[in-house]
C-alpha cells in the first residue's frame, strides 16, 4: 500500500468515525426524549406498538478492588496477573 493509499484509508476512517460519533449522539437524544416521556408517566415499562419499552432501575453488588488494595495490599498483589494487548490509535 502506497503512501498515498494510506493516508486515504486514514481519511476514511475519520470520516467514518465521525459520521459515527453523529449517529450515537443522535441515538442517545432519542434515548433520553424516551426516558423522560417514561418519567412523565411515572413508568418502567411502556409498550408502544409491536415495542415494549423498558427502563428499570438494577441493584448490583461490586467488589471494591480500592478498598481491598489498601486493605490486603499484599494479597492483592498475589492474586493479581499482568495481561497484554495492543492498541490501535491513529493522531495527526
Do not use: C, P
Amino acid at each position: 500500500m502506497s503512501k498515498n493509499e494510506l493516508v486515504a484509508k486514514i481519511e476514511a476512517l475519520n470520516e467514518w468515525e465521525a459520521v459515527i460519533e453523529e449517529a450515537k449522539a443522535e441515538a442517545e437524544a432519542i434515548r433520553d426524549s424516551i426516558k423522560a416521556e417514561m418519567m412523565e408517566r411515572d413508568t418502567e415499562e411502556m409498550t408502544a406498538g409491536k415495542y415494549i419499552v423498558r427502563w428499570t432501575s438494577v441493584l448490583s453488588n461490586r467488589f471494591d478492588t480500592t478498598a481491598f488494595k489498601k486493605a490486603h495490599g499484599e494479597l492483592y498483589k498475589e492474586y493479581t496477573k499482568q495481561s497484554a494487548s495492543r492498541r490501535f490509535s491513529i493522531s495527526a
